[in-house]
């Protein structure tokens, strides 16, 4: 009787060990589902790539790591046609071609969780750190008078934008990006930004999302953009993304290669 008694204690703590187990599974699949992912821009100032990775802190909650690259613009910049060079384009009064790199910490909080795999999941997010605005002067080919007689000759230059140049008939486009490129020059600054994501993927380890919301470039002066008045040095725009990526596998690290991305199949 004592030793029907023993087994049958081993056999009820062994039958609690494997649920309790089966439940901590279930948690682990639950707390383990950091993301990673890319991000296309539309910036009511320009366009712009996004990476992040998010890491779970508890089951709502997620702390996010993000790189972003793109350009900043002016409301007033307009691309007019060049009069001289057919399909030739120019920004009359531009300066500088000025890119921003910024790198930052924040949270995101998961409002609504998907009812199903063809649900929509909410979140809000926030993120703030250091930027770079990174500036390049723009050299244009411009039509200098050599001689007006007998006939007028003219030879191209390729200079920058003088305020003295009244007419833009007188330049006949941009010259190669990379002239200038050595007087480049970098100026630090602190950015914010928060938006809510929209998830909408069906697969389980797959995102893809859409999001908009606000964000914030601060600088310390005026970023030389234009000529004349309207450069700033605060740069407030609304945004709105596509961003797509996958849920990080713990026991799995090959799968979790940014390059799977595009690899993954359809039935994960």
């Known amino acids: ?11 009820l703590f062994g039958t ?3 649920f309790a187990q089966g439940e901590l599974n ?21 366009i712009g790539f996004s990476y992040r990775e998010a890491k779970r802190i508890d089951f709502r909650n997620k702390n996010i790591l993000e790189f972003d690259a793109g350009n900043l613009k002016l409301v007033k910049e307009y691309r007019q046609p060049s ?16 890119f921003y790199l910024r790198g930052g910490l924040g949270r995101q909080h998961e409002i609504f969780k998907k009812a199903d795999r063809g649900g ?15 500036y390049k002067p723009i050299y244009y080919k411009v039509a200098q008078l050599v001689t007006s007689s007998p006939t007028p000759e003219y030879e191209f ?28 020059k970098v100026m630090p600054g602190l ?11 069906k697969q389980d380890k797959i995102i893809h999302a859409i999001e908009f919301g606000g964000q914030l ?36 690290p090959e799968s979790n290669k940014l390059s799977n991305i595009f690899r993954r199949k359809k039935n994960n």
């Open 217 to 252: 470039n601060a600088f310390p002066v005026k970023i030389p953009i234009m000529a004349g008045s309207g450069n700033k040095a605060l740069f407030f725009s609304l945004f709105v993304s596509y961003r797509f990526g996958m849920i990080l596998d713990p026991l799995d």
């Open 83 to 98: 009069q001289q060079v057919q399909g030739g384009t120019f920004i009359f009064g531009k300066l500088n071609s000025t």
């Open 26 to 46: 279930e948690q682990q699949k639950v707390f383990f589902r950091n993301e990673r992912s890319l991000a296309i821009l539309l910036n009511s100032d320009g």
């Open 191 to 201: 950015y914010g930004k928060v938006g809510f994501n929209f998830e909408y993927s």
């Open 16 to 18: 609690t060990s494997l």
């Open 120 to 134: 929509i999941a909410i979140r809000y997010f926030y993120s703030a750190g250091p930027v770079l605005a990174i």
């Open 157 to 184: 230059v390729e200079e920058k934008f003088d305020a003295s140049i009244a007419a833009s008939q007188d330049i006949y486009g941009k010259a190669s990006f990379f002239k200038g490129i050595d007087e480049t």
């Open 1 to 11: 009787m004592k030793k029907l008694l023993i087994v049958a204690v081993i056999i």
